[in-house]
């Protein structure tokens, strides 16, 4: 039996992620964090925290917080599918876990993140981690997301990348005619 943990969004980074649901001045991806500037001025700081869950098994989940202008680097303004009020924004959660590999050497365990569906057979530990939001609007999408060096964001705007990301967590239904991948 696995060991189970969690490590996902407080109650204080959900409230301040419920803010981008508000026009968008402009953000930006920055030193591995991703900021915004609402319409209202308001700074929202999107960021990778961290935890050593057990010896060679930790952890990152997205938190967010609002920040002075001070402390923000310089947004620019960008004309986007945000502007407007009246945005979707969705957190998901994904996983992270640790697996036992033998054929690499006796005490061998590597480690792995995917998304709820990638859910492995018999992992040694497991951890539910809130590992991405997207910010839908009318027109476009935007999917911001633990990168793969760890503490740090990704941004995906690409429309074809976001609404791929999307279908797969089961947020958006593909395309009449095409497979669902959730399936």
């Known amino acids: 039996m696995a060991r189970e943990y969690k490590f996902i969004a407080d109650t204080d980074s959900l409230e301040v992620l419920r803010k981008l649901r508000r026009g968008w001045a402009g953000w930006l991806l920055h030193e591995g964090r991703f900021y915004v500037r609402l319409r209202d001025g308001m700074i929202v700081e999107v960021s990778a925290d961290h935890i050593d869950i057990e010896p060679d098994f930790d952890a990152h989940c997205l938190v967010a917080e609002l ?6 680097p310089e947004i620019p303004a960008r004309d986007s599918a945000f502007t407007s009020s009246g945005n979707d924004l969705v957190v998901f959660r994904g996983i992270t876990w640790l697996e036992r590999r033998p054929d690499l050497g006796a005490d061998t365990t590597m480690q792995f993140s995917g998304s709820p ?3 492995p057979e018999a992992p040694e530990a497991i951890c539910e981690v809130t590992d991405a939001i997207a910010a839908v609007g009318e027109g476009g999408q935007i999917v911001v997301r633990l990168a793969l060096k760890p503490g740090a964001l990704e941004v995906m705007e690409d429309d074809t990348a976001t609404r791929s ?6 947020y958006l239904r593909p395309p009449e005619g095409e497979a669902d991948p959730t399936a």
Do not use: H, P, T, Y
């Open 67 to 72: 920040i002075d202008a001070e402390k923000a």
């Open 117 to 119: 569906m990638s859910w």
């Open 165 to 170: 990301f999307l279908e797969q967590r089961g």
